[in-house]
């Protein structure tokens, strides 16, 4: 009787009993809900577990459970990584991901119920306890992978909103405008300052247009940050308009006491536009139709 | 001992900040500028500092107390090619060089100092600053 004295090793449940523990993960991961079927085909789901099991024997191999940074279960690593990154970009949440690995417990821990039964409760206890312990670091390390991957999106997307939020555009000669779109904050002032100063020497403009219209509100510190780049535009030699004050920031920007008295202000870009115009010289004029044939 | 430059040109000095500005080298700027103002009754200061890449604290407060003196001796100080991180830095430590009037070239720098001693006392109001 082999049994009872040299129970089997956790590589060896895993690998010798690996199409049933693949059958009841399968039916654990849809008893517990955490996959959305409208997000992931059966059959891509049953191709990643039947990979993430294969992969843990392998990396199992070696009886070592309990560090799972060693080089031995790089490939399960990343495999899961891999499985989790996927699971980030179809749209399922870190709860649901993790669940994907922790359903895989009830089968390990049933089959070890099965193969431990003559062992003694020493020996089966020790062994629920390393598949459990195993397990729940596959689980965090899945989760870890998921987060990474989400963070890494929202990373990028902030990256690609500072790039495209802060456009400077050229109304007329020696006039720049800089359309601020979204909430202003310190990183944001920061490019948008040197935009608009790169901006101001390569096209020798004279008057920037700071358009706040769509800056949802302005507190001390969005104000604060407007002035800063007014001033760093006026050191440059242009002066700066700002348009596009709504009367609920007139009223906020009086209320919080700060004070825009160095800086022109207008409601609109085309009262700033017309301002800018009139500073540099140029004056529009609307011609009849009359003269316009007169002239033709 | 090296000095910077201060060039008469008709009615304005002309001062072209090449080296880094060492302490002792914006001392005698300062006495420099001060000195031809009262020898050449000159009306303006164009102080050209598109050389520079780093500006301090003590050369900022410099470039405001030759505005100062300038005005004092009845001449207007124009600072011209400002990098924009110098600008930026400026800004940040809170120098925005009040009462210093500033342009973004040299040519544009001399178009606003005729245009003010034309104008004659009304040279820091923004809205005549411009004349095509």
Known sequence: MAGPSNPPSLHEVLSSNASAILARWSEEQLRSGAIRRNLISDSQLQQESRELLLALTDSARNGEYTDISGPSWAPTRELLAQISESRAKQGFTASETATFIFSLKLPLLHQIQERYAAAGAEASFEAFWTATTLIDKLGLYATASFLAARENVIRRQQEEMMELSTPVVQLFEGVLALPLIGTLDSARTQVVMENLLERIVSSGARIAILDITGVPTVDTLVAQHLLKTVAAARLMGADCIISGIRPQIAQTIVHLGVELNNVTTKATLADALAVALRRLGYSVQKNTPGQQQGRE | ?132
Not at chain 2, 93 to 110: D, I, S, Y
């Open chain 2, 1 to 132: 001992m090296e000095r910077i430059p201060v060039l008469k040109m008709g009615d304005f000095l002309l001062v072209t900040v090449q080296a880094d500005m060492q302490d002792r080298l914006a001392m005698s700027l300062q006495d420099d500028i001060t000195s031809r103002l009262s020898k050449y009754k000159s009306r303006g200061v164009l102080i050209d500092i598109s050389a520079l890449d780093i500006v301090d604290s003590f050369i900022a407060r410099m470039i405001a107390n030759i505005a100062a003196m300038s005005r004092i001796l009845d001449a207007q100080t124009v600072v011209v090619g400002m990098q924009p991180a110098v600008a930026i830095t400026l800004v940040e430590l809170g120098l925005n060089l009040p009462g210093v009037l500033t342009a973004l070239n040299v040519e544009r720098g001399m178009e606003l100092l005729r245009a003010s001693s034309s104008a004659g006392e009304g040279a820091g109001v923004n809205s005549d600053r411009f004349e095509d």
